[in-house]
């Protein structure tokens, strides 16, 4: 063969190994989205499996599963105007939260939607739910995402490891959170605000409110719970913590710390557990203009000083109390002095936040 053409055919066939290896690196670097689009009712009967580069829609659509939902290996899950039913329960709530045992078994299958492993899962303007009163679990490990909008869940968000979530303008019954897990509410409903807390975690709630009755649950809870504009009727019980809990919030009537009443006794749900309220405090004239440099003084119950400071030129000061398996349920006093006159006020575990005072001054 001419030098020429074996030449041209080298050239060609490194070119075609080029291209080849290129290609082959694309898809290792970018690999290409499978997506799987439903926009018709559809019943699924047994386990849905999402994994590695797929992203299942469901759009417009009801979409009825029968079994597992597991979205794994940085998957996609998505609703869009949609409504997701998972065909199963908790088998112990048909049994007053009995454990089976050998005499009376429950044989009924236990289904959840499980994320693992940088899964995501978004629900837009949808909801979430089983087909009867009972509930289902919904999963959410090892880096994995939940982005909520506009959305009804009534089943219980377990958020663990590293995993976060994002929820707005949504309904939602109750959540966990652990590990180093990092969520963030706002613009919600919280029906009765059921808050497992433990470990790390971190919860911000704006703008959001409860319409029933609920708890917050601390078991070995080092993390900090953030408010802004929140309402919240619940009970708090803590054991072997210490957490912190800042930002606005009004705790409503039928709020406390939990407790049973057993033998005509009371026993209180705290056990071995500090949690630190940090209160903003704002303080104006009898004009409703800010009162600036007003002298602060924080005491315990026995009259012992805590902490003393100034308001700033907008008349706003932050005090912070530490309530210990010992003093869970004293009264702190805050006294404020300016110009003459002294007005005192009580903080207390569950007061509300931001902490307003008048003065009469002009």
């Not at 940085?74 to 007053?96: C, E, R, T």
């Not at 209160?279 to 007003?294: L, P, S, T």
């Not at 030129?313 to 932050?318: C, K, L, P």
């Not at 003093?327 to 006020?345: P, Q, R, T, Y």
């Amino acid at each position: 063969m001419p030098n020429g053409r074996r030449l041209l055919s080298y050239g060609l066939l490194g070119l075609l190994i080029s291209v080849a290896v290129s290609s082959f690196l694309y898809w290792i670097v970018y690999p290409q989205t499978i997506r799987t689009i439903t926009t018709k009712d559809t019943i699924h009967k047994g386990d849905l499996i999402i994994s590695g580069d797929q992203e299942f829609i469901v759009e417009g659509a009801t979409y009825l599963n029968d079994g597992n939902i597991i979205v794994q290996d940085q998957a996609k899950l998505v609703l869009k105007n949609a409504v997701l039913i998972i065909n199963q329960s908790d088998p112990k709530s048909w049994f007053g939260g009995r454990e089976p045992t050998i005499e009376e078994p429950i044989n009924y299958p236990l289904y959840y939607l499980n994320l693992r492993d940088r899964a995501q899962f978004e629900a837009f303007n949808s909801t979430i739910r089983t087909p009867t009163t009972q509930h289902f679990k919904v999963w959410i490990q090892n880096k994995s995402r939940v982005v909520l909008s506009g959305t009804n869940m009534t089943e219980t968000l377990h958020f663990m490891d590293d995993s976060t979530g994002t929820i707005t303008n949504s309904y939602m019954e109750s959540m966990s959170l652990s590990g180093n897990s990092v969520v963030s509410i706002s613009d919600s409903i919280l029906p009765q605000s059921w808050f497992f807390l433990s470990q790390n975690a971190v919860v911000s709630i704006s703008n959001s409110t409860t319409t029933r009755g609920g708890a917050i649950h601390a078991w070995s809870y080092f993390g900090t719970m953030y408010f802004d504009q929140t309402k919240l009727r619940a009970t708090l019980r803590a054991e072997n913590s210490s957490f912190r809990i800042s930002g606005g919030v009004t705790f409503q009537e039928g709020s406390g710390i939990s407790h049973i009443l057993r033998d005509n006794v009371i026993h209180w749900n705290w056990e071995n557990s500090n949690v630190t309220r940090s209160y903003d405090i704002v303080i104006v004239r009898g004009n409703g203009v800010a009162f600036a440099n007003v002298s602060l003084s924080l005491y315990n119950q026995l009259g012992n000083p805590l902490w003393s400071g100034l308001t700033d030129n907008q008349g706003r000061a932050t005090v912070e109390a530490t309530f210990t398996t010992e003093n869970f349920l004293d009264s702190f006093e805050l006294v404020a002095s300016a110009e003459g006159w002294n007005l005192k006020g009580y903080l207390t575990l569950l007061s509300a936040t931001p902490v307003y005072i008048s003065s009469n001054a002009p």
